[in-house]
């Protein structure tokens, strides 16, 4: 039972990503935001998009998907990405901090001794956002599957009433002026 709905997030996921791909086909300049869950996804969209829009690409990419696009399920702005990057970046810098002050002996690090580490901890946190982001993307390999199946198919679209969430994503992805809605695609397979 646990398989079955972790797999069915994996695939609305992987269609969720398929979906923002195929918008970006289409439409020059949007944010997004989405998630996934067991009976479909989530997307909140700042930009001129309306539901036949969000409808006509969600159904291509489910078609497309199951015509063998499974790269279509990978999406370099995922989540994914972006949680591998703070996690390596934080634990770089991190160590980075607690090795040196090791290595130099020290209970506690003072201005100057933390000023001195600072250099390093920035160069291996550079390091580490290059890193990741290759890495976050081989991730999504496990948060995501692009075999959606043959019996997979989208039940409906529908617009909904943004969440006090998609405003806060509105200011984050500088969208502030941008036209705003959001939408659930349930699927069913």
């Given amino acids: ?16 990503h398929a979906t923002i791909h195929v918008l970006s086909e289409r439409l020059p300049r949007f944010g997004v935001q989405g998630n996934a869950t067991w009976g479909g996804y989530y997307l909140n969209l700042y930009g001129d998009v309306d539901l036949a829009a969000v409808e006509k690409a969600a159904r291509e990419a489910l078609r497309r998907m199951q015509g063998g696009e499974a790269q ?18 934080t634990l770089t810098s991190q160590g980075v901090f607690a090795v040196e002050q090791r290595r130099a002996g020290l209970e506690k690090l003072d201005s100057g001794s933390f000023l001195a580490i600072l250099p390093t901890a920035v160069l291996a946190t550079v ?24 019996n997979m198919q989208i039940e409906a679209v529908r617009e909904r009433h943004p969440s006090p969430l998609t405003h806060i994503f509105r200011v984050l992805l500088g969208r502030n002026k941008s036209p705003m809605k959001s939408f659930y695609i349930s699927t069913t397979g």
């Fill in 72 to 89: 279509l399920a990978i999406h370099p702005n995922c989540g994914t990405v972006l949680l591998t990057t703070a996690a390596l970046t």
């Fill in 1 to 16: 039972m646990i398989m079955q709905l972790v797999s069915r997030v994996r695939r609305n996921h992987a269609l969720e």
């Fill in 127 to 150: 390091f580490a956002i290059i890193v990741s982001r290759p890495l976050g993307m081989y991730f999504q390999t496990f948060t995501t599957d692009g075999r959606p199946g043959p």
